[in-house]
């Protein structure tokens, strides 16, 4: 009698949970990326265009990037998804050796509001640089992405500010749920490119669990939450956080979108999220910011033009180990090289932050360390913010 034949093989789990905190809801894992296994928790620079602005991919590479973002928005209309397909697709494009995670193009609804207008079929951009009208639908977001041909593919959401009330926030929850299948039924490449829903309901918690009660029905590898950081009290982000974390899929990961302070992210660690992204460690730089454990240096006031030290003592980063605070200081007044060393700096401050979290969680002493970077960040400043100590307290992290 022959053996029975085994049926189609399960697709591996994109996350294994390495470590999770025995107070918090923080966890250490990795994600299993066909470019490679990501640690995590993890902070992803957002390279719009096929690079973080001011690196090259090979310097995001040597300060441990091992996954970034490209702008599906940006690319597809400049220089065009086709061009970047017969490059190799964006890994080719940019000589970039590790993972990528391209965005829908969603959040340009916000971004680019008064350029938008959304109906069901889909998002109609004028471009801000002219030519033709452009309408992104759940189809052509995919279309796109599957061209760029990214490790991880987000799902079109209809994104909405998240300080907007009333009947369009629902509005924008049941399409998202609608316009997620419609990306699931176009994607064209789904063992090569994982493709990840993306949690919508504004600050209204009934909305939130409704979406991910539909959501999570739906066979996707991960979960983003998205439209927060978009001005909102703080209460009222930590407590979504909270809310849409508690509630997706231990097995799966979890992803904020558009957060990247450092107080932001501890705190959303322990409150259980994964994977992060924000343009500030980049942007910052360019206005003469240098982030630093106690917060932030600006390196364009006048204090700093005799100041002989590094940016940061302990920072291991090549702007740290060769220039002083009175160098850079000079070059921001005149040349672009010092916006290049900053980014560099904060994007390795980011990096450093991660991982040092994520060891103080296989080591079981992450609620330590959340009180270590909290007196060191505001130790000088009387405290953290009282939003910081309820969050951290509602999963067991006392400061006092």
Request: net charge neutral; aromatic share 6%.
């Amino acid at each position: 009698m022959a053996a029975p034949t085994a049926g189609p093989a399960r697709p591996v789990p994109v996350l294994r949970v390495v470590a999770e905190c025995g107070r918090s809801r923080a966890r250490a894992g990795e994600l299993r990326l066909p470019h490679g296994n990501v640690p995590c928790p993890v902070f992803m620079p957002v390279g719009t265009r096929g690079t973080a602005k001011g690196l090259t991919a090979a310097q995001l590479a040597a300060l441990g990037c091992r996954i970034c973002l490209g702008n599906t928005f940006h690319l597809g209309t400049r220089p065009g998804s086709e061009l970047v397909r017969r490059s190799g697709g964006l890994h080719g494009f940019m000589d970039w050796p590790h993972n990528l995670l391209t965005d829908s193009g969603g959040f340009q609804m916000v971004s680019l509001l008064e350029l938008s207008e959304v109906s069901e079929e889909g998002v109609r951009f004028r471009p801000p640089h002219g030519g033709e009208e452009i309408l992104l639908s759940p189809e052509k977001s995919i279309e796109i992405q599957n061209a760029l041909g990214a490790d991880i593919v987000m799902q079109l959401d209809d994104v909405v500010s998240s300080t907007t009330t009333g009947p369009r926030v629902e509005e924008a929850m049941h399409r998202s749920v609608r316009w997620l299948d419609r990306c699931v039924a176009a994607h064209a490449r789904p063992e090569q490119q994982l493709l990840f829903a993306i949690i919508q309901g504004g600050l209204d918690p009934d909305l939130r669990l409704r979406c991910i009660q539909a959501m999570t029905q739906r066979d996707v590898p991960g979960f983003a939450i998205g439209g927060l950081s978009g001005g909102e009290d703080k209460a009222q982000f930590w407590r979504t956080v909270k809310l849409s974390a508690e509630h997706l899929p231990r097995d799966k990961p979890r992803y904020l979108m558009g957060v990247g302070y450092a107080t932001d992210l501890v705190v959303c660690v322990a409150l259980g999220c994964d994977m992060f992204d924000c343009v500030f460690p980049t942007r910052t730089a360019r206005f003469g910011s240098a982030l630093v454990p106690w917060g932030s240096l600006q390196l364009k006031n006048h204090q700093f033009a005799k100041d002989f030290r590094p940016i940061d003592a302990d920072c291991g980063c090549s702007t740290c180990q060769r220039y002083s605070r009175a160098y850079l200081h000079a070059l921001l007044r005149s040349n672009t090289a010092a916006l290049h060393l900053l980014t560099l700096h904060n994007v390795a401050y980011q990096m450093k932050l991660m991982s040092s979290m994520r060891e103080s969680i296989l080591q079981q002493r992450f609620p330590e360390f959340v009180r270590e970077f909290m007196d060191t960040m505001y130790g000088g400043r009387g405290g953290p913010p009282l939003w910081v100590k309820e969050a951290l307290e509602s999963v067991g992290i006392t400061l006092d």
